[in-house]
C-alpha cells in the first residue's frame, strides 16, 4: 500500500485527513463532530480503533471541535505541541494522561513505518504547525491555516510528492464580502490565510520533478470557489513560465462535506 491519505473535509467548516502507510494509520485534526467524522471516516474504511495517533495543528475550533469525544471514545494517544495542550484543554475537556503526549514544533517522530515532522506556521494561534510525512521514500506534506509562506516552511515543503496546500480566498471576493473589516485585515494579514494567489506564488517556488499534485485546501465558502482557485493558481504558474503536459502535474479538489479519494504517494508520483 505505501503512504496514502484522503482528506475527510476541509474549510472553515471543519478540518480532518487521514495518513497511512502499510503499518500506520494517523488522524491530523478532529475538526468536526466525533459521530461526522467517524462517518467520514467509514466511507473511506477506516474505524476509529485503527489510528495509531492523533495529530493537532492548532487549537481553532474548525480544528479541534470532537478532538475531546473521538479521542476519549476510541482510546487513541493524541500529539500537539506543549502550548496548543494548553489552549486546548478547557475545549476538548479532560484527556486521560496516557493519551496526551507531546510532539514538540520542529519535532520529528516515528510510527512503525511512517515517519512524522512538525514545523512552525504563522498563524493567529498559540504556537501552529503544519506536517509532513514519510514513507517508502516518498512525502506528503500538509500546509494550511498559515498567512504565508516563510523561507523556512518553503525548506520544509521542499522535494514533496504531493502537497495539501491552502487556498483559502480570492481577495478581491472577500474585500467585497460581507465580513466586518477586522475579520477581513485577519484573514489578509501574515497570521492570517493564504489567497489563491499567494498558494500560486508559493508554488512558483516549490515545483520540483517530484511534486506531481496539490491539493487546494480550506477554501473559503463565503470568498472563493474551487474553480476559481485553480483557475487563479494555474494563471499564477503560467505567467511565472511553467507550462504543463496532460498528466505531468494537477491541481485536485477538497470539500467540506465529503472525503476525497484515497490518494497513492510515490516517489515521483
Not at 519535532?107 to 511512517?114: K, N, P, Q, T, Y
Amino acid at each position: 500500500m505505501g503512504l496514502r491519505f484522503t482528506v475527510l473535509s476541509s474549510g472553515s467548516t471543519g478540518n480532518a485527513t487521514v495518513v497511512s502507510t502499510d503499518s500506520a494509520t494517523v488522524l491530523i485534526d478532529v475538526g468536526l463532530s466525533g459521530k461526522k467524522i467517524e462517518e467520514l471516516m467509514k466511507e473511506r474504511e477506516v474505524s476509529g480503533r485503527e489510528l495509531d495517533a492523533i495529530l493537532v495543528t492548532h487549537e481553532h475550533s474548525d480544528h479541534i471541535k470532537g478532538l475531546g469525544a473521538f479521542a476519549r471514545k476510541h482510546q487513541v494517544p493524541v500529539y500537539a505541541n506543549e502550548k496548543t495542550w494548553g489552549a486546548m484543554l478547557r475545549t476538548i475537556g479532560e484527556i486521560p494522561d496516557e493519551q496526551r503526549k507531546i510532539l514538540p514544533t520542529d519535532g520529528v517522530m516515528e510510527i512503525a513505518d511512517l515517519r512524522i515532522e512538525s514545523y512552525a506556521i504563522s498563524h493567529d494561534a498559540i504556537e501552529p504547525v503544519g506536517y509532513c510525512f514519510q514513507a517508502d521514500g516518498a512525502k506528503l506534506s500538509l500546509a494550511t491555516d498559515l498567512g504565508y509562506v516563510s523561507d523556512k516552511v518553503m525548506r520544509q515543503l521542499q522535494n514533496s510528492d504531493v502537497m495539501v496546500l491552502e487556498s483559502n480566498h480570492d481577495v478581491n471576493m472577500l474585500r467585497m464580502g460581507r465580513y466586518p473589516w477586522n475579520i477581513k485585515r485577519r484573514i489578509l494579514g501574515d497570521t492570517g490565510h493564504l489567497s489563491n494567489e499567494a498558494a500560486g506564488e508559493a508554488l512558483c517556488s516549490l515545483l520540483t520533478g517530484s511534486l506531481k499534485r496539490v491539493y487546494l485546501a480550506h477554501l473559503s465558502q463565503e470568498h472563493n470557489l474551487m474553480d476559481l482557485a485553480k483557475l487563479t493558481v494555474n494563471t499564477v504558474l503560467e505567467d511565472n513560465g511553467f507550462f504543463f503536459q496532460k498528466h505531468e502535474f494537477a491541481l485536485c479538489d477538497t470539500y467540506h462535506d465529503r472525503p476525497t479519494p484515497w490518494d497513492y504517494v510515490k516517489v515521483g508520483s
